[in-house]
């Protein structure tokens, strides 16, 4: 309840906000909260249900993307339509405490009592470096220079996970990222599927605006079919027994490769109406294989560091998306992205940004072929 409260009371302060620094504090504060809360809800979901029905509660959970996607610009529209930002935060204070006290009648209580950790002070520095170069490397108008914040983030990210193996109080399991076990393979798994999935997110609504005329809720609402084609094929899909898992644990990947595939030759073309189920495949790709991806790394975890596992997920997913972003401003910048106006540079980068993924979307085919490997030894 602690985490939402942090993320109530960020949204409070946005909401009484004198000057853009108090709301940027708000923004870190509610982030902080909301990357909690995140997290909570794997470890929740590995220690409240069997292990028969984690793929079926993790697909559940992906049902907020979408009625965050088709909710959230509708009511922000709502407020912007009236001039009452402030209202916003408010509401998000009122939805945070309405948590709370779901939460204090559903959940039940415990008797146990939980030794708060040490702070990691030196692997939160390295992550807030890291995430300082990522959110760099996307300003910067040098190719050269994002280029090389780019890789400053993975090689302070690596130290990382090398300092966590040996930290008595671990961030991420003991093994992440190892290619030896089952949870590390399955958190490459997790990143790359995130970071093939991220671009479409960041760049689509631009493309769709400039390139096919779209209004800005209108393109908003056409990137979120791959949110609500993620929670449809999760749905569609959790509750599948061997070998179905394994199996779509593989085409997931190559779904999203293909659906990047297409929508690399479809965007520079005025052919919005088959761009649309291009975009779609893309999310039912990563919704069809990422509740079996997280019971994986959950249900490999080693002894003691069960909990850690299933709050690595959420992370993940959030390093993936960062990573991928600031890949694909590095891309667009190389194929010419200068401004927000259609022009050739726009047309090429519309093509290329999507095709580039598609070698995360082949990565992660391989490594899915090594996490089944690793099941069957």
């Known amino acids: 309840m ?30 902080f909260g909301g990357g909690l809360e995140a997290a909570v809800a794997y470890v929740l ?50 939805a945070a405490g309405t948590l709370v006290i779901s939460a204090l009648f559903i959940l039940p209580p415990t008797a146990e009592r939980i030794q708060a950790p040490r702070v990691p002070a030196a692997r939160l520095a390295l992550i807030c470096v890291a995430i300082a170069a990522t959110s760099f490397a996307s300003v910067v108008a040098s ?18 996970v090398r300092l966590n193996r040996f930290a008595p109080a671990p961030m991420l399991p003991r093994d992440a990222f190892s290619w030896r076990t089952q949870t590390g393979a399955g958190l490459w798994l997790a990143l790359l ?56 644990t593989l085409t997931g990947p190559a779904t999203m490769g293909l659906g990047l595939t297409m929508i690399a030759c479809l965007v520079p073309h005025q052919t919005a109406l088959f761009l649309i189920p291009a975009i779609a495949l893309l999310g039912a790709g990563i919704g069809q294989c990422w509740p079996f991806v ?56 519309a093509s290329w940004v999507p095709a580039s993924f598609v070698l995360a979307a082949i990565l992660a085919f391989l490594i899915a072929l090594r996490l089944r490997h690793l099941r069957t030894i």
């Open 294 to 349: 997280a019971h994986r790394i959950m249900d490999g975890a080693t002894a003691g560091d069960e909990a850690v596992a299933a709050s690595s997920v959420p992370t993940i997913q959030q390093m993936g998306f960062a990573l991928g972003g600031a890949m694909a401003g590095l891309v667009a910048n190389a194929s010419g992205l200068t401004a927000a106006t259609a022009s050739e540079g726009m047309v090429r980068a």
């Open 193 to 248: 599927l995130c970071i093939t999935f991220s671009p479409l997110q960041i760049y689509m609504p631009m493309f769709l605006q400039q390139l096919h005329g779209f209004d800005p809720l209108t393109a908003g609402f056409s990137v979120a079919t791959a949110s609500l084609a993620w929670t449809a094929a999760s749905l569609a899909t959790a509750g599948a027994s061997d070998p179905w898992p394994d199996r779509l």
């Open 45 to 94: 979901v590995r220690t409240t249900f069997p292990q028969s029905v984690w793929s079926r509660a993790i697909a559940l959970m992906s049902t907020s993307w979408s009625v965050s996607v088709m909710i959230g610009p509708l009511i922000g529209g709502m407020f912007a339509r009236f001039g009452n930002w402030r209202a916003a935060f408010v509401a998000t204070v009122l």
């Open 143 to 160: 190719t050269q220079s994002r280029l090389g914040l780019l890789v400053a983030a993975f090689v302070v990210l690596a130290a990382m």
């Open 2 to 31: 602690c985490r939402v409260t942090t993320f109530g009371l960020g949204a409070l302060l946005c909401s009484m906000a004198t000057a853009m620094g108090w709301i940027v504090a708000g923004r870190l504060i509610q982030g």
